[in-house]
């Protein structure tokens, strides 16, 4: 681990400071609660005095607004959420910087983050369900793939719950190929090495992950050693191949439809 990760974290802990229930921010929008911290932002819960309704606020952590590619991956987020408009993503609101940082607000999703679901309430998702589950979450990540973005960090944390279909609410480390999406002049800042097939199996990847945690909340351990999951887990050979192949252990699906034709496969033999 590298020696500057300490420090960083005590400077953030001192200037990071989430700014109290009860502030307003821009004038306008008055702070509830903190929602949640991230290593890039900091979420509150707010109440749009002007409209009377609930809001999400994403502020830049001020440790990072000393530096210009945070800056601009920030506003990176701002320029994909302006472009979308789906039912799985909260949608943005306004933006803007002032003497306290810089902010965007979105709709407020009214509902529950999946950590709190799995971990708190010990839910737990049978085969069918945790199929279920993902075809959504496939869905939303194929809209947001014919947009050319790339989420990159879909987990637990980064989903909610409403109305029991999942939403994705953090697109901190999402990448976007159209130029659109970046301010031209900083785009040289933002340059990646990874290809497009390689964000888009990233992806991929991590829907197999989410598929395999839920499939494991209903796993109880009965041998001290640790085994494969193919071992531990009793499911349907079509699961199986599934999963294989999202975690690229089998060859790697090519495309959105062709990983919605083999859940919904799987779902039916179910």
Known sequence: MSLFRPIRKVIQFFVDKPLAPGVHIDNRYQI?????????????????????????????????????KEVALFNREICMLEQLNHKVLPKLLHSFSDNLGHFYVMEYIDGKNMEEVIFEEKRVYHEKAALEFIRALTEAVGYLHRHEIYHGDLRIPNIMLREEKPVIIDLGLAYGEKEDFVARNLSSILKSKKTQEERKQDDYHDLGDLLLFLLYTTFEKKHK????????LQLHHSTT??????????????????????IDIAIEKL
């Not at 949640?36 to 606020?57: P, R």
């Not at 252990?249 to 959105?256: E, G």
């Open 32 to 68: 509830i609660k903190l929602l949640g911290s991230g290593s890039f932002g900091l979420v509150y819960k707010c109440k749009d005095i002007q409209k009377n309704q609930m809001v999400a606020v994403k502020q830049l952590r001020p440790t990072k607004q000393k530096f210009k």
């Open 241 to 262: 191949n599934l999963l294989k192949r999202l975690l690229g252990i089998d060859v790697p699906y090519s495309s959105i439809n062709e990983i919605l034709e083999d």
């Open 225 to 232: 050693k640790a085994l494969p999951w193919t071992e531990e």
